[in-house]
């Protein structure tokens, strides 16, 4: 397929160009409030360290928008390390001066991967956080092909009854995009699978097993009138198949991806802030399903990007309407520009920026 063979040839040229991490330089912490499922609460994050998304590292070359393997070791890491690292950034943070917290680990790739986390080091992991004595919320990710029965009864043997919730990157309910665009490897059906697995589990063994899907904001070749529309059409399939909680993810530019190969050619610009504002008081006007919108990159070169006047003021407000899920409501001149460009893109189907609207 033409999609994989060029994300193959680009992530190639990028570890090429950089060298993998150690395992030291993968793992980071921070501490914050956050949205957890009693609250806002604190939590603590954490980037375990591991080889990297094994669908990176694979023939498929990874998603066209991802560069999180280029972060990683690219080989296995033996569990003595792995858990010094944990240990060392869990001792870092005051976490039991609190009553409950929430811990979010990313795995750059997939936490129920065992090739990734391997299963001593991941069992090892959830026992420590159990007997912290105050994390009721457990947060992972992984892609849809490693959420089997066998490894949900693994870990919550270990959890008993703590919330642990899995976040799978949908991206988006089109196949077509997912696939084509994203070359994300995966369908909605194989998305769909994974989530009644899970509300299966939680029904018959009683776990307190939740799910969120990733909604990934403006991939490559969809327009900005597109990218706004696929991603509350996304919405509103998580929320008629029962999904927990959505993440909306607006593209940024990582280095060695297929993105940053359009956007240097000129054929790609991230979304406006006023297309992800548009989404999240959407879904929050029509949907009762909690929703987070990602502001990572906003404002800067290669992320979100509205006006020098609104940037920095809009992604305040959203990090902080992310803890209440109220609206966003917000003016700035250059929403003028944004609505010319969302009702004019498609004139000319172009996935960039219109400066100049043709007048005649
Ligand atoms: S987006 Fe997820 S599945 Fe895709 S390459 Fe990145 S970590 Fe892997
Ligand atoms: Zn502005």
């Not at 080989?75 to 976490?95: A, G, Q, V």
């Amino acid at each position: 397929m033409e999609i994989e063979n060029l994300t193959k040839d680009i992530r190639a040229r990028a570890f090429e160009k950089k060298d993998p991490k150690t395992p030291e330089q993968v793992g980071a912490s921070w501490y914050n409030d956050d949205l957890t499922y009693e609250g806002i609460s604190k939590t603590l994050f954490m980037i375990l360290p591991t080889p990297g998304c094994s669908w990176a590292l694979g023939d498929s070359g990874g998603c066209t928008m991802c560069s999180y393997v280029s972060d990683c070791t690219l080989e296995p890491i033996d569990t003595e390390t792995i858990l010094r690292i944990f240990n060392d950034h869990l001792s870092r943070h005051p976490i039991n001066e609190e009553d409950k917290i929430s811990v979010k680990l990313f795995a750059s790739g997939s936490f129920l991967n065992p090739y990734e986390l391997p299963k001593d080091a991941r069992d090892e992991i959830l026992k420590t956080l159990v007997n912290l004595g105050n994390v009721t919320e457990i947060i992972v990710e992984s892609r849809p092909e490693y959420v089997k029965e066998e490894y949900l009864d693994e870990i919550f043997e270990i959890i008993g009854d703590t919330l642990f919730e899995v976040s799978i990157g949908l991206e988006t309910s089109n196949d077509y995009t997912r696939l084509k665009k994203i070359n994300k490897g995966f369908t909605r059906d194989d998305f769909e699978n994974a989530t009644k697995l899970m509300q299966h589990q939680r029904k018959t063994k009683g776990y307190n097993l939740k799910t969120k899907a990733y909604i990934f904001v403006k991939p490559i070749l969809v327009s900005e009138k597109q990218a706004i529309t696929e991603a509350i059409e996304t919405a509103e399939y998580c929320d008629s198949i029962n999904v927990d909680r959505l993440s909306f993810c607006p593209a940024t530019i990582h280095g060695g991806t297929v993105i940053e190969r359009l956007w240097r050619k000129g054929a790609y610009q991230p979304p406006w802030i006023w297309s992800c504002v548009e989404i999240i008081n959407t879904v929050r006007d029509e949907l009762s399903i909690p929703a987070l919108l990602d502001t990572s990159g906003f404002g800067s070169r290669r992320g979100p990007y509205n006006c020098k006047k609104c940037n920095k003021d809009l992604k305040q407000i959203i990090i902080a309407n992310n803890l209440t899920q109220n609206k966003i409501e917000y003016e700035c001149e250059c929403k003028n520009e944004w609505l010319a460009e969302i009702n004019n893109s498609d004139m000319n189907n172009s996935t960039v920026k219109v400066k100049h609207i043709p007048l005649y």
